[in-house]
């Protein structure tokens, strides 16, 4: 019975050292026509973990999420997987090996859920590998490991946020890139439907060993949710690490420029980051 791969590291190589870093940014350079917006950035990815993007709105983070995913192209310097340059590698096997999921992505009208998830198989199809007992068997385990079998056939369009978010992630648990890259998955959604959604990424990443880039605004989010945060400002990367060593006060003024107090969350023994009155307005003198 074909089962959903718990980690299957397509492009790595038995000569990689423990530990290898699979994606990583090098001397990168990114931008829209004239406007320059990374000047020049190094990144490795975490191997195996989930990080967290932060920054201001227009610091770079999703356009450098873009150029992870081959979605962008660099006006300089290297997106490297597994050690090949993304750009000279053929599409279907950078989906072999690595997932993007847009902010805010869109279906066509009356898609349906499963024919969503079908589309992740489409990356594994060639005229000499068509459509398989496996591959079917594949698309039902991710949308029962989603909680979405009940809603197969309904459109994606009537679902509500949570549930579409959770379409989309299920096709790309299909896709079975052990990389999963996703810009802004809790935009637009309220309180309740943020958690579902992040909580079912930790359990992406914990129960089936997949390495998770994403994109949030919420600090207190982030750090629960990540273990290895990346801190930007102006297109930069400031500070990298894990929540609990890089996440200061100091830190949090000089990226958003706002006075705050971090202090364990009672709950989950993460950081938290609560802004101390009259916090912003050193923010807007600083603009």
Known sequence: MAELPVSVPAGSRADDPPG???????????????????????LDVVDGAVTAIVGPNGCGKS?????????LRPTGGDVLLD???IQRMPTREVARRLGILPQAPSAPDGLTVADLVVRGRQPHQS????????DEK?????LAWTGLSDLAERPVDTLSG???????????????????????PTTYLDLAHQIDVLDLVDRLHRERGRTVVMVLHDLNLAARYARHLVAMKDGRVLAAGAPA???????????????????????????????????????STME
């Not at 594949?138 to 991710?142: G, K, M, T, Y």
């Open 138 to 142: 594949i698309v039902a385990q991710a």
């Open 83 to 85: 050690g090949e340059q």
């Open 245 to 283: 060593e890089m996440l200061t006060a100091e830190l949090v003024e000089e990226v958003f420029g706002l006075r705050v107090m971090v202090i364990d969350d009672p709950a989950s023994g993460t950081p938290l980051v609560v802004p101390l009155a009259g916090g912003a307005a050193r923010a």
């Open 127 to 134: 005229w000499l590998r068509q459509w398989s007992r496996a």
């Open 162 to 184: 949570g549930q579409r978010q959770r379409a989309w992630i299920s096709m790309a648990l299909a896709q079975g890139t052990d990389i999963l890259l996703l810009d802004e």
């Open 20 to 42: 290898a870093t699979r994606l990583r940014a090098r001397s990168l350079r990114l931008g829209y026509g004239d406007r320059v917006v990374v000047p020049q950035l190094d």
């Open 63 to 71: 356009t450098l999420l873009r150029a992870l995913g081959r979605l």
